[in-house]
């Protein structure tokens, strides 16, 4: 039933359809890599991002600390009572936050 120009005819057909099958097979594999390397991209920037927040959370823990303590309603801290004890006291916190400031653009992270 089937004649030989339709063979040949159907012969190409199959040979195309082969042809389309792998360049969506390779087109799905470019847009996979490509969204791998958007993936990819995304997650150094957030990598980047918690990098930064980490060094501002260590910095100011510490600060927030001596600050907590400070700002209880004791009466028997001996440094209340001091002339100099509060700018003595922001002195230690400012020297304490650039050490680690120093300590941390020694070691490259920030």
């Known amino acids: 039933m089937v004649g ?3 063979k040949l005819f159907l012969r190409d057909l199959y040979d195309h359809t082969i042809q389309i099958i792998d360049m969506v097979e390779t087109y799905r594999d470019i847009i996979g890599s490509m969204h791998d390397t958007f993936l990819s991209s995304t997650g150094n920037r957030m990598n980047e991002v918690m990098k930064v927040l980490t060094m501002i959370g260590t ?3 510490p600060l927030t600390f001596i600050a907590g303590i400070y700002g209880m309603n004791f009466e ?3 440094e209340l009572k001091w002339t100099w004890g509060y700018f003595a006291l922001l002195g230690v916190m400012a020297a304490l936050g650039l050490t680690m400031l120093a300590i941390f653009k020694k070691r490259k992270w920030l």
């Open 76 to 78: 028997n801290m001996p």
């Open 59 to 61: 910095i100011f823990i």
């Open 4 to 6: 030989d120009p339709t």
